[in-house]
């Protein structure tokens, strides 16, 4: 009995330290599993597994050294990864020269509707009477039907003559007629003019007069039947054919001048105060040139460029002009004054220059200090310039555009400092103090 005792109770001590064994176990790979996982949200505190196996530790940390300059790295650039990039562009201040640019059309100097002074029919067309001819002062365009014209002149001069004899009968009466007064030896003069005849002869007088401008008249109508170029001209429209009657008034062609093409430009204030005072002033200063002969009054005109809008590279497309003068009013439908640009002999430019163009104006303004060159990406939807300190910390403020050239714009600086970081290409959630990570690019 005893034996068999004996035999149980070293069954359960075997037992007992295998299990005892196996706890073990589980509590060493439990330590070296927490070792690796890293701190608990506890970080001041180590774990309790750290103290039981310090020979583990070194085993389970594969190069200590490498794995914690990982990690302050890691902790090290975490925030700056969060931060937007922004591109910005270094800008000082400095010295520019003012571009005023504007837009018009091009209008010949004369757009008149050509109609006729009499009735009559078409019964001869020029040539050279068709849309899109160039013609000259006095062509002939057409003829109408004269042969009344030439009746009415006929007897115009017969009416002329008839005055005329009565006239000179009535001058032969009357001289008659004071000799008579004279012979009689009566004193003094006669108590009616009518003794003497002097009504009778400015009633023929009167007549004759009358007949001679029925004459001229007449004479006026002939011509008219000749409808001639009254000026050098493009011919835009003919509104007769062959054989159609018109009427007094009635139109005959549109026709436009050539001798030069007028450009009015339109600008705002701002425009204006970047102009010099020499194109201001044209009016005034043409005023004083009037003695100047036409070999140096050129010298004296304010020049632009003129270009076909859409087309500022391509460089036959463009013009040289002149301010010919300034609109001393305001537009109503505008609210804006504008200047007239003029070019010469159009169609005998290289490239020749039509009326109905639009085209776009550039004038050299003042010279302008203290400035900032800047894309005109940098000006935002709200009309906003963002800027960047030396924290990385974004400010906007007002942009004062005086003016633009080739997709640049030119502000009044909003910073005081010799250099600023400006945004080239703001964006719409951006906002004053946030902090952001600027990228330089250049101009």
């Not at 180590?46 to 103290?51: I, N």
């Not at 910073?415 to 004053?432: G, I, M, T, W, Y």
Request: hydrophobic fraction near 35%.
């Amino acid at each position: 009995m005893k034996q068999i005792i004996t035999r149980k109770l070293k069954k359960n001590a075997l037992t007992i330290a295998i299990t005892l064994a196996a706890a073990g176990s589980i509590f060493v790979v439990s330590a070296y599993n927490g070792s690796q996982m890293g701190p608990g949200p506890d970080k001041g505190k180590e774990p309790a597994s750290t103290k039981v196996a310090p020979q583990q530790m070194v085993q389970k940390t594969d190069k200590p050294s490498e794995r914690l300059g990982a990690n302050e790295q890691a902790k090290k650039t975490e925030p700056v990864s969060l931060l937007s990039q922004v591109a910005v562009q270094p800008t000082p201040s400095a010295t520019y020269q003012a571009e005023v640019t504007g837009y018009g059309e091009t209008k010949p100097r004369f757009e008149l509707t050509y109609t006729s002074e009499i009735s009559g029919r078409i019964e001869w067309l020029a040539e050279a009477f068709e849309s899109g001819r160039v013609v000259k002062e006095g062509d002939l365009l057409a003829k109408l039907d004269d042969t009344n014209f030439q009746q009415a002149v006929s007897q115009a001069k017969a009416d002329v003559a008839t005055a005329q004899l009565e006239l000179l009968e009535e001058q032969r009466q009357g001289e008659q007629a004071r000799s008579e007064w004279e012979r009689s030896g009566l004193s003094g003069e006669p108590s009616s003019p009518l003794v003497l005849r002097e009504p009778q002869l400015a009633s023929a007088e009167a007549a004759l007069e009358n007949a001679q401008k029925t004459l001229e008249k007449a004479e006026r109508d002939l011509n008219y039947t000749d409808i001639t170029a009254p000026f050098d001209g493009v011919i835009v429209s003919r509104n007769v054919q062959l054989g159609s009657f018109i009427n007094v008034g009635g139109e005959v062609a549109m026709l436009y001048s050539v001798d030069r093409i007028e450009i009015e430009i339109p600008l705002s204030d701002k425009q204006w105060a970047n102009l010099p005072q020499a194109v201001i002033n044209v009016d005034a200063a043409k005023n004083d040139q009037l003695t100047l002969n036409e070999s140096n009054k050129s010298n004296h005109q304010w020049s632009a460029i003129i270009s076909s809008a859409g087309s500022d590279s391509d460089k036959s497309q463009q013009w040289t002009a002149y301010v010919e003068r300034t609109h001393q009013y305001v537009a109503q439908d505008t609210r804006q004054r504008s200047l007239v640009l003029v070019v010469e002999n159009p169609l005998q430019q290289e490239t020749p220059l039509y009326p109905g163009t639009f085209v776009q104006a550039t004038i050299e303004g003042v010279t302008i200090d203290y400035l900032w060159e800047l894309p005109s990406s940098a000006r935002s939807q709200q009309g906003e310039i963002w800027t960047v300190d030396n924290e990385g910390l974004l400010h906007k403020s007002a942009a004062n555009t005086l003016f633009e050239r080739q997709n640049k714009i030119y502000v009044t600086p909003t910073q005081d400092e010799s250099l600023v970081q400006v945004v080239k290409r703001p964006l719409s959630n951006f906002k004053a103090g946030m902090k952001v990570m600027p990228t330089v690019e250049e101009l």
